[in-house]
């Protein structure tokens, strides 16, 4: 029982790492596909500026470059923020583990060794 227990245990661990491995590339890709959204609709907006002419021209693209670069802003800010609450999971998993590994401490012989184990797996290290 202690065994599967373990291994249950030893996959969820797995799969945790995994996931914040997989969270970076969603992030990633989403904001891949933020900009690359932005520059379609900036291509577009500056074909609708084309049979304009002089002054109506230029104030149109000049909306259609703002729009572009607040899209594009936007994005970056997005995937800022994510990166930023990862990274803040990520300080926050290290300083409990860091705390778990000072409880061990206090242990010896096998105690210490079980709970050393026990703070990796809970904490993926």
């Known amino acids: 029982m202690k065994k599967i227990i373990?291994?249950?245990i030893l996959t969820s661990a797995a799969l945790g790492a995994h996931g914040?491995?997989?969270a970076a590339d969603a992030v990633k890709s989403q904001y891949?596909?933020?900009v690359a959204a932005a520059d379609a609709d900036y291509k577009t907006a500056k074909a609708k500026c084309k049979p304009l002419k002089g002054n109506e021209q230029d104030v149109c693209q000049k909306e259609a470059k703002a729009a572009h670069e607040t899209a594009v802003a936007d994005a970056k800010a997005k995937r800022k923020s994510t990166d930023a609450?990862?990274?803040a999971k990520e300080?926050?998993?290290d300083a409990n583990?860091?705390?778990a590994k000072?409880?061990?401490d206090a242990m010896s012989g096998a105690a210490k060794d079980k709970c050393q184990a026990d703070a990796k797996v809970k904490y993926a290290k």
Do not use: F, G, I, M
Request: aromatic residues 4%; hydrophobic residues 30%; contains cysteine.
């Open 102 to 104: 000072e409880k061990c």
């Open 6 to 8: 373990a291994a249950c």
């Open 97 to 99: 583990y860091s705390a």
């Open 85 to 87: 609450k990862k990274d």
């Open 20 to 22: 914040l491995a997989s």
């Open 91 to 93: 300080t926050s998993n």
């Open 32 to 34: 891949k596909a933020d």
